[in-house]
């Protein structure tokens, strides 16, 4: 349940944000041996239902099948908003579900499938994602036809919703402006989130990178059930889809369950083009927001010039390890270990966007002290000081990521779409592979690359002035 | 070893209880990568105070057994973290009222990882200085969750509710607390209770039974534990009603946070007891506040919650909540209809069809969560403490009546033991 997830302190935060450690993995099931260790690697398959690209990952590990649909739309200010409504008015009713507690009890009856709808950004990509995850009905006594239910509500779930004429449900979009500005307004509530998307935001201000996913105040006013419904069906009609598929059932009847229940046309799709990537200006940016907060947020905000369509993006991996990614990295040492400034201390990449931040949480008088000593951890990388242990043990917490991913149905398609986003699909042996390759010159090299390019403060209100500490 | 298998679910534990006390677990996860493994001692914030076999009864400082658990990971060799990474695996801990858990997850190596995980946890080692160190990293853990509103509304509720018992306490104390904590104490805590007898171990993944049982059982045979006598824990009488009917508190945050909920009368249960009171009360709350219920969408369409909005119950041997809420722009209006609405509820009573309804929801629910070797170690752990078994969960959730949720409405349903707990935004922020 919802509630429970704080009633556990941890000795290190492991997320202090969600992370996007990229892999992809097509076609078929393989085992690969690695220095005599088996690995079970997952495959998609993936052919085309129409204009639609239909992902199947045919497995009979887990007791649940996942259905996801990914549409892609440009991250811009004149859509941001409006893409970001939507999931939420999609899962207020349907043509069969037309009332909201009746959707919610179909769920029930469809033995608790757990429906989830969400916006995020990959690079200046705006997704929409829209998901079911329902039992296997070999683990029930009865409910043969459970997947083909769940796959006809996923699909009016999508293309189906409530209208009213050419509109959307009038008091549905009203409720859900009403909740949108609400999930904006609460931005500021996890002080972790909030550091991270102002550091962001400041960055890369004037790049459409700078918008929040959630979207913005300024735009709820205009949006109505009309402009909608108009921007839905442009939406659904022209940009790329893809719909994944994963569970114990084979290409063919995946196929089937999109004919059955996913309308298709033949018509092109837009691409959406990929980020800009900018490379590092040199010159640093100091930041600071001031709230009611007990603890200082100390974030950073790099530009790498290396994404995931590149071929030192496993390099920049390996330098993201070493610093910041795990605890032996030279980040928890440093700051937490040694100086026992911050309970955490890490970094992480955004692998479209080609962005590495830092975050991490300190006493507001300690400001200096930590941001010398997160900069000499930098300037460490750059002259490539880093030990042979340090190289190793990133490598093989790198290789466990990579591999564990393949457990978890929502990492599969995470690390397939990142694949299919950048172009440049890795199967997991291949990446595992190019980690294992990269050497300690190699990480050096992308150490030159990477640009402190913004420090950001989010401090307490006492004090004077704009001063750090 | 022994053998437990689970039909429906088509999954089979293994298990032995070893010469020194040790439970020993263990659940082929074929065709995953990953190797989960937990090594637990069923030793959390809330005991204070005890008697440790044959000595002297303490109390000791609010925020210890956190404070240990981040201790533990320090080695006369280094920290473990280090090796761990060598070694290919993802360490951590956590601390929860009643637990104390140790664990990794990896692809490789697994035996490797397994020795290092029980012999770190069998071996303490504190000096002052990294006594003194550790106060500035915990420290600032809690100043994080000073600013977290979930936490503050959260714990501002178990506050509220409870005048003696420590589930009132912090989990990581408070700076102050922090401060008063030294090795001697540390050791006390330790010797106390990571003895084998107290703790368990769990693997799950893509394992061969035999082999890791006898790797557990040849580590265990090369250690000399006393055989250690019952640890006595000492917790105060703790009344029906509840502390405060309300905490509020002002935070700079967005929107306000309120959470509500009702003090559990009904407790001293363990074992299939337990997961039956549990159950029914589980079920009860989903017909109440869950997203099919008609309360539910009533408040979401009064604009009084949002998507975030849940509940939740937790049930030890001595003592028990259930809690509800989330974000909401008008937490009077929303306390005012839970006032409203729940006399009616309890009066009308669940009917049939409901309960087969969410009877479903959370079979499909738990298969679900069957996925996750994470949950299926911690709550199997979780439940053992409690004197029952998780495989027993699904057969007792489909024997349910509804008589027996009915019962448990009318009785938990209690405004004695109701509180509230509110974080506002601050004014003019």
């Given at each position: ?469 | ?60 400082p609010d925020g210890i057994a956190h404070f240990l658990e981040h201790k533990m990971f320090e080695e006369p060799d280094g920290d473990v973290f280090r090796k761990f990474s060598n070694q290919g695996a993802s360490a951590n801990a956590f601390t929860s009222f ?73 989990i990581a104390g408070t700076v102050e607390s922090i401060a008063k904590i030294d090795k001697e104490t540390l050791y006390t805590c330790y010797e106390t209770f990571y003895h084998p007898s107290n703790m368990l171990l769990f693997v799950v993944g893509p394992i ?222």
């Amino acid at each position: 349940m919802a509630l429970s997830f704080l009633v556990q302190f941890s000795c290190w935060m492991r997320k202090p944000l969600p992370t996007g450690i990229a892999s992809s993995v097509p076609k078929g099931n393989i085992r690969i041996g690695k220095r005599g260790v088996d690995v079970t690697e997952l495959r998609f398959e993936t052919v085309d239902v129409g204009n639609l690209r239909v992902h199947v990952c045919s497995t009979d590990k887990f007791k649940t099948h996942m259905m996801v649909a990914m549409v892609q739309q440009e991250l811009s200010p004149e859509t941001v908003t409006l893409h970001a409504l939507l999931p939420s008015v999609l899962q207020r009713g349907t043509r069969s579900y037309p009332s909201t507690v009746q959707l919610k009890r179909k769920l029930d009856e469809l033995y608790g499938a757990n429906m989830f709808g969400d916006v995020f950004k990959r690079g200046e990509r705006h997704i929409l994602q829209m998901g079911l995850e329902l039992p296997d009905a070999a683990y029930l006594s009865e409910a043969d036809a459970l997947l083909d239910d769940g796959a006809a509500f996923l699909g009016e779930l999508l293309h189906q919703p409530v209208t009213e004429g050419e509109a959307f449900r009038e008091s549905y979009v009203k409720a859900e402006k009403k909740n949108l500005r609400q999930k904006i307004e609460s931005l500021m509530d996890d002080k972790i989130r909030f550091a991270a998307h102002r550091c962001v935001e400041e960055m890369c201000e004037g790049e459409p990178y700078a918008l929040f996913n959630h979207g913005r105040l300024q735009d709820l006013d205009a949006i109505d059930p009309q402009n909608l419904y108009t921007y839905y069906q442009e939406l659904l009609s022209s940009r790329p889809i893809d719909l994944y598929f994963v569970g114990n059932l084979d290409t063919d009847r995946a196929v089937r369950l999109v004919e059955n229940h996913f309308p298709s046309g033949n018509g092109a799709r837009r691409e959406i083009s990929p980020a800009a990537v900018r490379e590092g200006a040199g010159e640093v940016r100091e930041v600071v927001d001031r709230l009611d907060v007990n603890q200082g947020k100390l974030n950073m905000g790099c530009r790498t010039g290396v994404t995931l369509a590149d071929d030192d993006y496993p390099a920049l991996q390996m330098y993201n390890g070493i610093l910041g990614g795990f605890p032996h990295s030279k980040l928890f040492i440093n700051v937490r270990e040694k100086a026992s400034l911050a309970y955490y201390a890490a970094s992480r990449l955004e692998s479209h966007k080609g962005i590495l931040t830092v975050q991490s949480g300190i006493e507001i008088d300690n400001y200096q002290k930590a941001v010398d000593i997160i900069r000499e951890q930098f300037d460490l990388m750059e002259r490539g000081e880093f030990t042979d242990a340090e190289v190793n043990q990133t490598r093989a917490m790198l290789t466990n990521q990579l591999k564990e991913r393949q457990d978890r149905a929502h990492d599969l398609v995470d690390s397939h779409y990142h694949g299919m986003l950048s172009g440049r699909k890795r199967p997991l042996d291949q990446m595992i592979d190019e980690v294992q390759r990269v050497t300690a010159d190699q990480v050096k090299a992308v150490a030159g690359k990477v640009r402190l390019d913004t420090i950001y403060f989010l401090r307490d209100k006492g004090g004077v002035g704009n001063e750090k500490a | 070893m022994k053998k437990l298998e689970h039909t429906q679910l088509k999954e089979t534990l293994h298990f032995e209880k070893l010469p020194n006390g040790l439970q020993v677990y263990l659940l082929p996860k074929p065709g995953f990568n990953k190797t989960y493994a937990t090594f637990t001692t069923r030793y959390g914030s809330i005991d204070n105070h005890f008697i440790p076999p044959g000595k002297e009864e303490v109390r000791v400082p609010d925020g210890i057994a956190h404070f240990l658990e981040h201790k533990m990971f320090e080695e006369p060799d280094g920290d473990v973290f280090r090796k761990f990474s060598n070694q290919g695996a993802s360490a951590n801990a956590f601390t929860s009222f009643e637990r104390t858990a140790y664990l990794f997850s990896c692809t490789e190596n697994v035996k490797k990882n397994l020795t290092t995980l029980i012999d770190f946890v069998q071996n303490p080692y504190f000096t002052d200085q990294s006594v003194e160190k550790e106060k500035g990293i915990i420290g600032q853990e809690i100043r994080m969750y000073d600013d977290n509103p979930d936490w503050r509304s959260y714990f501002g509720l178990i506050e509220a509710m409870f005048q003696n018992h420590p589930v009132k306490i912090d989990i990581a104390g408070t700076v102050e607390s922090i401060a008063k904590i030294d090795k001697e104490t540390l050791y006390t805590c330790y010797e106390t209770f990571y003895h084998p007898s107290n703790m368990l171990l769990f693997v799950v993944g893509p394992i061969e039974p035999e082999d890791i049982m006898e790797l557990v059982r040849q580590n265990q045979a090369g250690k000399s534990y006393d055989s250690q006598g019952e640890i006595r824990r000492i917790y105060p009488d703790e009344p029906l009603q509840v502390a405060e009917q309300k905490k509020e508190v002002s935070l700079s945050v967005g929107i306000s946070k309120c959470l509500f909920g009702f003090k559990e009368s009904r407790t001293g249960l363990t074992g299939d007891d337990l997961v039956r009171q549990e159950l029914a009360t589980e079920v009860m709350l989903e017909a109440i506040f869950g997203q099919g219920s008609d309360l539910y969408q009533a408040l979401y369409d009064e604009g009084l919650i949002d998507d975030h909005f849940g509940y939740d119950y937790n049930l030890e041997e001595g003592y028990g909540f259930s809690m509800a809420g989330g974000d909401t722009p008008d937490p009077d209006a929303l306390l005012g209809r839970i006032r409203e609405e729940l006399p009616r509820i309890a009066e009308a009573g669940i009917p049939e069809e409901v309960v087969e309804r969410i009877r479903k929801k959370k079979l499909g629910t738990y298969l679900r969560y069957y996925n996750s070797p994470e949950w299926i170690a911690n709550q199997f752990t979780s439940y053992k403490f409690r004197g029952t078994d998780l495989f027993n969960i699904i057969p007792l959730l489909e024997r349910l009546k509804v008589s027996e949720v009915n019962r448990r409405l009318n009785e938990h349903v209690n405004w004695d033991c109701f509180a509230a707990s509110i974080v506002r935004p601050l004014e003019g922020d």
